[in-house]
C-alpha cells in the first residue's frame, strides 16, 4: 500500500493499511503527575491474529501506583485511522500525538477525559534515517519496528476513573509506538523523564534480539535527551556495548559511541503482568514495573569529563523472561 510507503517517513502514522493477518500496531503513552504519586501507562492499538480468530482492536490501562491493569477489547471496526496524520479513534477515545481523549464505558467500568500534550521532543526523521530505527526502518521485514514520538513532553488535562479524578496539569509524558508481526524473542527496555537532578533530561534504551535474514543479532537503540541535545546510542550508528550484566531484577550495561561512554544501571521494583503481541495474537506476558531505579551516566570518551549523571525512582523498565540470551 502506497500509504503505509509513505508513512514510512512519517513512523508517528499507522502502518497497517491492508493488514489482516499476522499483524499488530500500538502505541504506548506514559503518564506522571507533577508531584509524582500517580503513574499511568495508556496502550491504544490493533492486532490481527494468524487466523483471523482473535483479531481485535483494544485500549490497555496500566495503572503504575495500584498496580493493576484493565484491558478493554473492541472489534477490528472500532479502529479507525487517518492515512496521512497519527490521528486514531477506538470507539469513542481518540489517540494524537499531541492529544487524548478518553470515553470508554465497558461493563462496571467509565474512563473519561482530555489530555494535551506540549513541548514535544521526539526522535528526529531523516530521509536514510527514519527514525529511532535508522536505516532498519527503511527494511521491508523486518519482526518489529519501534519509533519514539516523544522522549518528553509536558502534560494538562485530567483523566476520570470510576469516579477517581486523576490532575495531570504540569505532568510529564512519554510516547513511543510498535508495529510488525510479533515483538522479540527476548529483550530489555527502560525509559525514564523523571530524573532527580535535572527535570529537562529524558532517557530511553531498549536491546532485544533481532532475527534479520538468515541470522539473528542483539540490537539495541536508546539515547539521553539532556539540554535539548540529543546524545544516540544505536547498533547502527557504530555504538558498542562493552558490558551487560542482566537478571531478573536488574540490568547493568556499558556502552561506547565514538564520542562518549554511557553506564547505565536499572533495578526492577514491584510491576504487573502486560499482554504483548506474538505471532499467534495478543498472548505473550510481560513484567514491567513504572516505578524502578535508574542511574546513568554519560561522559566524554576522550577526557573522560562527565557530561550528566541522574538517578530516577519513576523509571519504565521490562526484562522478558529470556533477557539473559542478550549477555
Not at 26 to 37: G, P, Q, R
Not at 152 to 172: A, L, P
Amino acid at each position: 500500500m502506497f500509504d503505509n510507503f509513505f508513512n514510512t517517513w512519517r513512523p508517528d502514522n499507522y502502518h497497517g493499511f491492508g493488514k489482516k493477518r499476522k499483524y499488530f500496531e500500538e502505541w504506548y503513552y506514559k503518564l506522571i503527575t507533577k508531584n509524582k504519586d500517580f503513574s499511568l501507562a495508556i496502550i491504544p492499538g490493533v492486532t490481527y491474529s494468524k487466523d483471523g480468530k482473535n483479531s481485535h482492536s483494544f485500549i490497555q490501562f496500566y495503572n503504575g501506583a495500584k498496580l493493576n491493569s484493565t484491558y478493554f477489547k473492541f472489534e477490528v471496526k472500532d479502529f479507525v485511522s487517518e492515512k496521512k496524520d497519527f490521528h486514531v479513534k477506538i470507539k469513542d477515545s481518540i489517540f494524537k500525538k499531541d492529544f487524548i481523549k478518553l470515553d470508554i464505558k465497558e461493563n462496571d467500568n467509565k474512563i473519561n477525559g482530555e489530555l494535551l500534550f506540549e513541548q514535544i521532543k521526539g526522535w528526529p526523521v531523516k530521509l536514510l534515517s527514519p527514525g529511532i530505527m535508522g536505516w532498519y526502518g527503511l527494511v521491508g521485514f523486518m519482526e518489529c519496528y519501534y519509533h519514539v514520538l516523544s522522549f518528553k513532553h509536558r502534560i494538562n488535562g485530567f483523566i476520570n476513573i470510576n469516579g477517581e479524578t486523576i490532575d495531570f496539569d504540569d505532568g510529564w509524558g512519554y510516547i513511543e509506538k510498535n508495529w510488525g508481526t510479533s515483538f522479540p524473542s527476548s529483550w530489555v527496555w527502560i525509559q525514564s523523564n523523571q530524573f532527580n537532578e535535572n527535570e529537562n533530561s529524558a532517557f530511553m534504551f531498549s536491546v532485544a534480539k533481532i532475527p534479520f535474514l538468515n541470522m539473528k543479532f542483539n540490537g539495541f537503540v536508546g539515547g539521553l535527551l539532556h539540554n535539548n541535545k540529543f546524545y544516540p546510542f544505536a547498533t547502527y550508528n557504530g555504538s558498542k556495548i562493552k558490558n551487560i550484566s542482566i537478571n531478573d531484577n536488574s540490568v547493568n550495561i556499558e556502552i561506547a559511541s565514538t564520542k562518549y561512554l554511557l553506564k547505565i544501571n536499572a533495578e526492577r521494583k514491584n510491576g504487573f503482568y502486560l499482554p504483548y503481541p506474538t505471532n499467534s495474537g495478543m498472548d505473550g506476558k510481560i513484567l514491567e514495573s513504572l516505578k524502578s531505579n535508574l542511574t546513568i551516566e554519560l561522559s566524554e570518551k576522550k577526557s573522560g569529563n562527565l557530561i550528566f549523571k541522574g538517578n530516577s525512582d519513576f523509571t519504565g523498565l521490562e526484562i522478558s523472561d529470556r533477557a539473559k540470551n542478550l549477555m
